[in-house]
């Protein structure tokens, strides 16, 4: 009985524990979110980055769907504002497969964070290292057109 009795004390702490645990503090501790420090950066011109407008952006979920053209930066919609620790997460597809495609964010200074891409899909989060004024974006290396689909959350 008292075994018993242990396992749902057991049980009960782990759920209390799971459900009090912020979500914040436990992507701290994800292996897999890459920070924006770690990103390879480089200065782009902000007024030849092109802007894929879409009139169904949420704030938290931007569509990336769109054609992208051969060597071209693009952002997803308008500038917005993000807090040290907030996490830009990519899931997007592409085709052709063999494009090289660079995902990231481009501060207001114009120093574009990016993580490079070459096998056709991204599923990754990036945490913001320093509070400020972000444009998500895409930029196609490639020297043809790409069709992009998925979505950013941040």
């Given at each position: 009985m008292k075994f018993k009795e242990f396992l749902c004390v057991l049980s009960a702490c782990i759920v209390m524990a799971s459900v009090?645990?912020?979500?914040?503090?436990?992507?701290?501790?994800?292996e897999?979110?890459?920070?924006?420090?770690?990103?390879?950066?480089?200065?782009?011109?902000?007024?030849?980055?092109?802007?894929?407008?879409?009139?169904?952006?949420?704030?938290?979920?931007?569509?990336a769907d769109g054609t992208y053209s051969a060597h071209t930066t693009y952002t997803l919609g308008q500038p917005v504002s993000l807090q040290a620790n907030h996490i830009v997460t990519f899931n997007c597809s592409y085709s052709p497969l063999t494009a090289s495609l660079d995902f990231g964010v481009i501060s207001s200074s114009g120093r574009f964070y990016y993580i490079n891409v070459k096998e056709g899909s991204i599923n990754k989060p990036i945490r913001i290292s320093q509070s400020g004024s972000y444009s998500v974006a895409i930029r196609n290396n490639s020297s043809q057109t790409v069709r992009v689909v998925g979505f950013v959350n941040y």
């Amino acid at each position: 009985m008292k075994f018993k009795e242990f396992l749902c004390v057991l049980s009960a702490c782990i759920v209390m524990a799971s459900v009090l645990t912020p979500a914040s503090a436990a992507e701290s501790f994800d292996e897999n979110v890459i920070s924006l420090d770690d990103l390879k950066w480089e200065w782009v011109d902000l007024s030849t980055v092109e802007c894929l407008e879409n009139s169904t952006v949420s704030r938290a979920r931007v569509p990336a769907d769109g054609t992208y053209s051969a060597h071209t930066t693009y952002t997803l919609g308008q500038p917005v504002s993000l807090q040290a620790n907030h996490i830009v997460t990519f899931n997007c597809s592409y085709s052709p497969l063999t494009a090289s495609l660079d995902f990231g964010v481009i501060s207001s200074s114009g120093r574009f964070y990016y993580i490079n891409v070459k096998e056709g899909s991204i599923n990754k989060p990036i945490r913001i290292s320093q509070s400020g004024s972000y444009s998500v974006a895409i930029r196609n290396n490639s020297s043809q057109t790409v069709r992009v689909v998925g979505f950013v959350n941040y």
